[in-house]
């Protein structure tokens, strides 16, 4: 298998999409039809947040712009803004999803198990 850095785009996110799918399994599945769709943005967004922020390493916070000829400034990069927005975005698609998630099965200790049997 090729490894994180080599896999296309569609290969990453088919990956995160099968973690995430991993987790939803037991969910009812009426209700997983409903959350599929979440899952697949928070995938997609998942590896473009990744992306960006080699984009931002490489290229910076902040790019040069020229406005008329003799007038140059600086200002966030696109790859900045463009993080942030997404960046929100998956939050609130991570919120949701982990609004539904299942719960999970705790494991009692045997003395744990004593004192409630």
């Keep these: ?5 080599e896999m296309s ?5 088919s990956l995160e999409l099968t973690r995430l799918k991993r987790i939803y399994k ?3 599945p009426n209700i997983f039809k409903t959350v ?4 697949e943005n928070a995938a ?13 390493n490489d290229e910076g916070y902040i790019s040069e712009y ?19 927005a997404m960046t929100k975005n998956h939050a609130s698609i991570i919120k949701q999803l982990t609004d539904i998630c299942p719960p ?3 494991k009692h200790s045997r003395l744990q198990a004593m004192r409630d049997g």
């Design 26 to 28: 037991k969910l009812d």
């Design 66 to 84: 020229q406005n008329g000829e003799n007038q140059w400034g600086t200002k966030q990069s696109d790859a900045v803004k463009t993080h942030l």
């Design 9 to 13: 785009k569609e290969q990453k996110i």
């Design 36 to 39: 599929e769709p979440l899952l």
């Design 104 to 106: 999970s099965e705790k």
């Design 44 to 56: 997609f967004m998942a590896v473009s947040l990744d992306e960006l922020q080699e984009i931002i």
């Design 1 to 5: 298998m090729a490894s994180k850095t």
